[in-house]
């Protein structure tokens, strides 16, 4: 199945300046990405060294920026593919996984704009800042696009942003939305408060892990 997953319905491009390649590759020009860390993720990195840790596999990181959780998993083992709407974070994170010998690879592409190449292809969708930047009116196709790309027992590992700030990108939402939404297409939704996040975004931010 071919995954062009843009409706009729869907509102123009224009209203939501996010949905262009021009606005998240400005962000990155003016060092505005405020969403940028400079390193892993804390619960990812926590989550990596527990006992409860995922087994290595094949994983697409979805709005995988500067590539800084992606190089994460790649150091632990896994074999990583990043997708991100701007050159220059691209540029970054292809740079940094030649200097540090990583078995991860980058593209610049709209994540709504896949072909059926990757269907079905990875053992993770590993998600962090991408689900609260896109338009609230695309979350539900995110999470097609997401179960879409999973192999069978497929698992989605996801830090989501649970803030109620008004405005957006980055959107806010709430771990009970998250359930909804994630609950059309994943089995077995695991959500829990991170108790390790950056202060900026700590108490909002929930890890989560689905299985397809």
């Not at 939501?16 to 804390?42: N, V």
């Not at 990757?118 to 930047?133: M, N, P, R």
Request: hydrophobic letters at 40%; a negative charge; charged letters at 20%.
């Amino acid at each position: 199945m071919t995954l062009f997953l843009r409706t009729l319905s869907m509102p123009e491009p224009s209203l939501y300046p996010e949905l262009k390649t021009e606005f998240w590759e400005q962000r990155y020009q003016e060092r505005t990405d405020r969403w940028d860390l400079g390193q892993p993720a804390p619960p990812f990195v926590h989550l990596l060294n527990s006992a409860d840790a995922p087994t290595p596999g094949r994983m697409i990181v979805l709005g995988s920026g500067n590539g800084h959780d992606a190089l994460l998993f790649a150091k632990h083992g896994f074999e990583v593919l990043g997708i991100d709407f701007a050159p220059s974070a691209i540029a970054h994170a292809q740079a940094a996984a030649h200097a540090e010998h990583l078995t991860a690879e980058f593209i610049q592409r709209d994540i709504f704009e896949f072909a059926n190449d990757w269907s079905g292809q990875f053992d993770y969708v590993l998600e962090h800042t991408c689900f609260c930047a896109i338009a609230p009116h695309q979350r539900s196709a995110y999470v097609s696009l997401a179960h879409e790309l999973l192999c069978q027992n497929g698992e989605l590992i996801g830090l989501f942003w649970a803030h109620s700030k008004p405005g957006g990108p980055p959107f806010g939402t709430t771990p009970d939305e998250i359930r909804d939404l994630f609950s059309q297409k994943f089995q077995h939704l695991n959500l829990h408060q991170a108790t390790n996040s950056v202060t900026s975004r700590a108490p909002d931010e929930y890890l989560g892990r689905f299985f397809a």
